[in-house]
C-alpha cells in the first residue's frame, strides 16, 4: 500500500495547487534530468495514491477516498485530464474546484 505524503519543507497543502502530487509521477527534475523513472507511477496509480490509499492509511476507507454513496465528498475537479495531459504539464493543470466534506473550499 503506497500513500503519497507531501513534504511540508517542500511543498504546500493548498487545496487550489495539489501539484505535490504530480511529483510521484514525474519524478524530479533537476537540470532537466529525470532523477529515478524506474521509480515513477502512472497517473492512475498516483490518484489511488491520494485518494482510496490514503483513506486506507488513515483507517477511513470506510468514509473517504472514493466517489461513493455515503462516503464523504472529498473531491478535486481540474481543468484538464491529468491521464491524457504532456506528463510535463500536469502540475500545469490548475484546479477549479475543491471539495471537503461536501463544502466548497476552493473555486476558481
Known sequence: MVFLQPSALTTSLDPSNPSWASRAWLRAR???K???ANQSITVAEAIRCGTINGAHCL???NDLGSITAGMLADFVLF????????PD???EIRVVRTVVGGNTVHEA
Open 79 to 86: 481543468a484538464e485530464d491529468p491521464h491524457t495531459t504532456d
Open 34 to 36: 529525470v532523477w529515478g
Open 59 to 61: 483507517f477511513m476507507e
Open 89 to 91: 504539464r500536469i502540475k
Open 30 to 32: 533537476i537540470h532537466g
